[in-house]
């Protein structure tokens, strides 16, 4: 008789029956084993390794590793710890203004309580308006980890002159709701720019705006360059091939790279064999200043020649078949085509004789100007901030945004203008000179204008 072979054979059993005790048995016992060797080693060691493991005790614990998202919040986090503080992490995030939103939108979004954004835009008012926010510019908001609470707005956008530039809000100390104003310390902080007169010279090939950035610029200077002849040439019928022009201006640099251009300092233009100059000049008590030529005649007019900035004519004054109507039909004025949104101008300084919406003409605007003269502006987006009747408008404020609005075929702007009740040509009417730089100022004057016209006589180019 074999009285083992059943209580193996139970044994056998259990084991296929239950394998996962018998691991977690294996597993105590290998822990078990490690402790016993363990026990063993230290009362086999050394006097001095007991000595050195004693010491080991005494040195501080390291800090455990802690990732940070920016080198500033990491300085004060281990700061802080080093002065035997708990440090709270300060949370950056980042975001973009979307199309046709606002600031409160985008904070909104971010979750930032609505007592902030009010604190924040009133901190903003006189630094920087929050009005101007632009589709894809960069928002970052710093915030506390635990509570939510703004600590930091920052606002990444291009200055006036180009270079890179933020608006930054701080919260200040200790402030939280129900705390006196202001909550926030508000500053924009701008790139240092420098600047390097350079002379472009060319020829029109096909159009001033193609010439010109084939000779170096681009649309913004080409709409400057504009501006300096826009009482005397309407660059968007008396341009011809072959007409030559010169433009002293400043290439603006920030931390060594390009940025754009600022002023122009002096022009030329040869139209059609007419050479017309102009020199930029503004008096040291600043109650001088334009572009004036080489006897300090005044280029400004009372009337510009064009309600906006270089675009392209799509009908002229004059008869023509109607795209609506289909019919021949007199067009009392000009049509400029350009993209829905764009700004306009009024010509001249005056005072707003309509600002509404017509069957024909849409949202239409109508100015009264001095000597009889009256401009019509039509089709329009919108009206500027401001613009109703009986408002004063000076000459070149924006007064309204090209639209298609009323019975039009598609975006642009019709402009129209009278003369004692009258429609007459706007590209045919001469307007009156300003006034020229008064004897006191001659000397001055000549003094400023006498490089540049060295520069556009040696006919430098780039």
């Given at each position: 008789?074999?009285?083992?072979?059943?209580?193996?054979?139970?044994?056998?059993?259990?084991?296929?029956?239950?394998?996962?005790?018998?691991?977690?048995?294996?597993?105590?016992?290998?822990?078990?084993?490690?402790?016993?060797?363990?026990?063993?080693?230290?009362?086999?060691?050394?006097?001095?390794?007991?000595?050195?493991?004693?010491?080991?005790?005494?040195?501080?614990?390291?800090?455990?590793?802690?990732?940070?998202?920016?080198?500033?919040?990491?300085?004060?986090?281990?700061?802080?710890?080093?002065?035997?503080?708990?440090?709270?992490?300060?949370?950056?995030?980042?975001?973009?203004?979307?199309?046709?939103?606002?600031?409160?939108?985008?904070?909104?979004?971010?979750?930032?309580?609505?007592?902030?954004?009010?604190?924040?835009?009133?901190?903003?008012?006189?630094?920087?308006?929050?009005?101007?926010?632009?589709?894809?510019?960069?928002?970052?908001?710093?915030?506390?980890?635990?509570?939510?609470?703004?600590?930091?707005?920052?606002?990444?956008?291009?200055?006036?002159?180009?270079?890179?530039?933020?608006?930054?809000?701080?919260?200040?100390?200790?402030?939280?709701?129900?705390?006196?104003?202001?909550?926030?310390?508000?500053?924009?902080?701008?790139?240092?720019?420098?600047?390097?007169?350079?002379?472009?010279?060319?020829?029109?090939?096909?159009?001033?705006?193609?010439?010109?950035?084939?000779?170096?610029?681009?649309?913004?200077?080409?709409?400057?360059?504009?501006?300096?002849?826009?009482?005397?040439?309407?660059?968007?019928?008396?341009?011809?091939?072959?007409?030559?022009?010169?433009?002293?201006?400043?290439?603006?640099?920030?931390?060594?790279?390009?940025?754009?251009?600022?002023?122009?300092?002096?022009?030329?233009?040869?139209?059609?064999?007419?050479?017309?100059?102009?020199?930029?000049?503004?008096?040291?008590?600043?109650?001088?200043?334009?572009?004036?030529?080489?006897?300090?005649?005044?280029?400004?007019?009372?009337?510009?020649?064009?309600?906006?900035?270089?675009?392209?004519?799509?009908?002229?004054y004059g008869q023509r078949f109607h795209p609506v109507l289909k019919r021949r039909k007199q067009h009392n004025g000009v049509d400029y085509g350009a993209s829905r949104g764009t700004p306009f101008w009024a010509v001249a300084d005056g005072t707003v004789k309509e600002a509404r919406y017509s069957r024909s003409a849409g949202n239409m605007i109508v100015l009264r100007h001095r000597n009889g003269y009256e401009t019509e502006y039509f089709h329009a987006k919108g009206f500027a901030r401001g613009i109703r009747r009986g408002a004063k408008v000076k000459q070149r404020q924006i007064i309204g945004y090209v639209g298609s609005t009323g019975r039009s075929t598609g975006p642009h702007l019709h402009f129209g203008m009278k003369k004692h009740g009258r429609y007459v040509n706007p590209g045919?009417?001469?307007?009156?000179?300003?006034?020229?730089?008064?004897?006191?100022?001659?000397?001055?004057?000549?003094?400023?204008?006498?490089?540049?016209?060295?520069?556009?006589?040696?006919?430098?180019?780039?």
């Amino acid at each position: 008789m074999h009285p083992r072979r059943p209580i193996l054979k139970r044994v056998k059993m259990k084991q296929n029956k239950n394998p996962l005790g018998f691991l977690i048995g294996a597993l105590l016992l290998g822990v078990f084993w490690g402790l016993l060797s363990q026990w063993g080693a230290k009362s086999e060691s050394t006097p001095d390794a007991q000595k050195a493991a004693s010491e080991e005790k005494t040195v501080a614990p390291t800090p455990p590793k802690i990732v940070y998202q920016d080198n500033a919040a990491q300085d004060l986090a281990l700061a802080l710890i080093q002065n035997g503080r708990h440090a709270q992490t300060p949370l950056k995030s980042y975001d973009r203004v979307g199309r046709n939103e606002s600031l409160s939108v985008v904070l909104d979004r971010n979750g930032i309580d609505s007592l902030d954004v009010h604190h924040l835009s009133r901190s903003l008012k006189g630094v920087f308006d929050v009005r101007t926010v632009r589709p894809g510019r960069v928002v970052v908001l710093e915030r506390e980890s635990n509570s939510g609470k703004l600590l930091s707005f920052t606002y990444r956008y291009r200055g006036e002159n180009g270079a890179p530039a933020k608006a930054v809000a701080t919260r200040l100390p200790n402030k939280k709701h129900g705390a006196p104003e202001p909550w926030f310390k508000a500053e924009t902080i701008a790139t240092p720019v420098t600047t390097q007169p350079v002379v472009l010279v060319g020829k029109v090939k096909s159009t001033l705006y193609q010439s010109l950035i084939d000779a170096g610029g681009n649309a913004y200077l080409v709409n400057r360059f504009a501006d300096v002849f826009t009482w005397d040439i309407d660059f968007y019928r008396e341009v011809q091939n072959g007409d030559a022009f010169k433009v002293v201006t400043e290439k603006k640099y920030a931390n060594g790279s390009f940025v754009g251009f600022g002023r122009v300092l002096a022009a030329e233009y040869v139209n059609q064999g007419r050479a017309l100059r102009g020199y930029l000049y503004a008096s040291k008590d600043e109650k001088v200043q334009g572009y004036f030529d080489e006897k300090g005649k005044c280029l400004e007019k009372t009337f510009l020649k064009n309600p906006m900035e270089i675009a392209r004519i799509t009908s002229r004054y004059g008869q023509r078949f109607h795209p609506v109507l289909k019919r021949r039909k007199q067009h009392n004025g000009v049509d400029y085509g350009a993209s829905r949104g764009t700004p306009f101008w009024a010509v001249a300084d005056g005072t707003v004789k309509e600002a509404r919406y017509s069957r024909s003409a849409g949202n239409m605007i109508v100015l009264r100007h001095r000597n009889g003269y009256e401009t019509e502006y039509f089709h329009a987006k919108g009206f500027a901030r401001g613009i109703r009747r009986g408002a004063k408008v000076k000459q070149r404020q924006i007064i309204g945004y090209v639209g298609s609005t009323g019975r039009s075929t598609g975006p642009h702007l019709h402009f129209g203008m009278k003369k004692h009740g009258r429609y007459v040509n706007p590209g045919r009417q001469k307007f009156p000179a300003g006034r020229p730089i008064p004897k006191k100022y001659m000397g001055e004057y000549q003094k400023v204008m006498a490089p540049l016209k060295i520069q556009l006589e040696e006919n430098q180019q780039i």
